[in-house]
């Protein structure tokens, strides 16, 4: 016990040694307010590279280090303990790598400072006060309006002061983001008990979780926190509780409307008389679009106040930042230009995209009502896997999506999943996720091979099936 504890103190110290690097990285003049990717200094962007590989490194070594030990109750404390710790260290580090908590400042102060609707015009009002270009841009609202709301205190009680604001954000991020880790730990208490130290301790310690959320400041920890809470009022058979807590998710960030019908399917399920679920679907009818008209009418001028939503999801492609079925779709276009010169068009890329993954979305929600035993867990997980391969625009954050649902799944397999996707999608900043994408389709036909053809035996060997 006392020789796993100091392997924890190990890696906890070697991680806050790691965050108070990219700490003191923050505050380099070049890297100041979003400048690592303005500024011209390539030193500092390998620096920044060789940080996500050891950090990584780190990760995936502590992975395996303690991925066969018991736990206890004693050294889960300690992880807590370090978590609060990495969270102190990453509040007072100024964003690093992305610009959305700047973005959110202005969206915030041009509706409670300046009394616009985020909804309907663009916050470029006050850009002229910006410490940078890329800072404040010239779009509408693009999250939820309850994300809108929750945002408006930090900037009410610190008079609309940028690095002010930008602090408490953070904070606020940091106490979201340990109440999920309560929630997780909450869960596999119910679901998995002797996975709920070790399940939870992955979680908390995740460095792309931590960085992306307190660090950089993203609101996908809000948006999974409402999801993972509806995971767990379903499990304690609260009912009328888990669409509200989807919704709630919806209108932080659109993107978890995909996981509606799941929820819906399997609660449906849970009565069985016709006239239950009939009863159960008018009072969630009521419940759902009381809180979608009680949180979009302040801000309703029309269905135009989702122009640039719609525009950021369909009107264009991040070329760097595809994942693996548009860069598959992509390759194909590219073989037919060079063998029948049909000359590529990204809008054909986009649409191909979008109506397989719509067709695959629509075969797996009929086939949900056709099946009787369902894991709601694994299939937010399938479901949330299919949304990212098929994405034509992909983040390193959008692993927040899916890290928890992983960690729910509390199989050895997903965690090592969990584990290996952190390494993938911190490697999104370094070599793109679109070179990642054409990687993984050249190693997976070799996996798949493997796997078909090969077994282990009981002694672990590889022996030909």
């Known amino acids: 016990m006392k020789h796993l504890t100091r392997r924890i103190i190990f890696f906890g110290t070697l991680f ?3 965050y108070l690097f ?5 505050y380099v003049s070049d890297v100041t307010m979003f400048g690592l990717f303005q500024s011209e200094n390539k030193i500092l962007l390998y620096i920044f590279d060789l940080w996500l590989i050891l950090i990584s490194l780190t990760y995936i070594f502590l992975f395996f280090w303690i991925k066969d030990k018991k736990i206890t109750n004693h050294q889960f404390k300690v992880v807590i303990l370090f978590t609060v710790v990495f969270s102190l260290i990453l509040i007072f580090a100024q964003p690093t790598s992305s610009i959305d908590i700047f973005h959110n400042f202005y969206k915030v102060k041009s509706f409670s400072f300046y009394g616009l609707n985020p ?3 663009s916050t470029t009002i006050d850009c002229q006060n910006s410490p940078s270009t890329y800072t404040c841009v010239n779009e509408q609202m693009t999250y ?3 994300w809108l709301l929750i945002s408006i205190l930090p900037g009410f009680i610190t008079s609309y002061t940028l690095v002010a604001s930008i602090f408490l954000f953070k904070i606020f991020l940091a106490i979201v983001n340990f109440a999920l880790i309560f929630l997780v730990y909450k869960i596999l208490e119910k679901i998995a008990d002797s996975y709920k130290y070790f399940g939870t301790f992955l979680f908390a310690w995740n460095p792309l979780i931590l960085f992306e959320t307190i660090n950089n400041g993203h609101n996908d920890i809000v948006m999974i926190f409402f999801l993972v809470l509806a995971v767990y009022f379903f499990i304690v058979e609260k009912k009328m509780l888990v669409l509200p807590m989807v919704v709630l998710s919806i209108l932080i960030k659109y993107i978890t409307f995909i996981f509606f019908p799941i929820f819906y399917i399997l609660l449906l ?6 006239k239950e679920k009939i009863y159960f679907t008018i009072k969630n009818v009521i419940l759902v679009f009381g809180l979608l008209i009680l949180f979009f009418l302040p801000f309703w001028n029309g269905f135009s106040i989702f122009k640039d939503i ?4 369909q009107g264009f492609i991040w070329k760097f930042n595809i994942s693996l079925v548009p860069v598959l779709i992509f390759s194909i276009i590219l073989l037919f230009n060079t063998l029948i010169n049909i000359k590529f068009d990204s809008d054909m890329l986009l649409l191909f995209s979008k109506q397989l993954s719509i067709l695959i979305y629509l075969f797996t929600i009929t086939k949900l009502f056709l099946k009787k035993n369902i894991s709601l867990i694994k299939t937010l997980v399938v479901f949330a896997v299919v949304f990212l391969i098929f994405s034509v625009k992909i983040h390193p954050w959008y692993f927040i999506w899916i890290g928890p649902l992983l960690i729910l799944e509390s ?5 090592m ?3 290996i996707l952190t390494a993938i999608f911190f490697a999104g900043y370094t070599l793109t996720f679109t070179y990642i994408s054409m990687f993984l389709l050249l190693i997976l036909p070799g996996i798949i091979i493997l796997r078909k053809y090969w077994v282990k035996d009981n002694n672990g060997k590889l022996n030909h099936a």
């Open 16 to 18: 806050i040694i790691l």
């Open 22 to 26: 990219i700490l003191f990285f923050s």
């Open 269 to 274: 399920r849970k009565y069985p008389s016709i």
């Open 144 to 146: 939820g309006p309850l």
């Open 310 to 313: 719609i525009y950021f999801s």
């Open 119 to 121: 909804f309907a015009v």
């Open 411 to 415: 199989k050895k397999n997903s965690y």
């Open 417 to 419: 999943i969990f584990v």
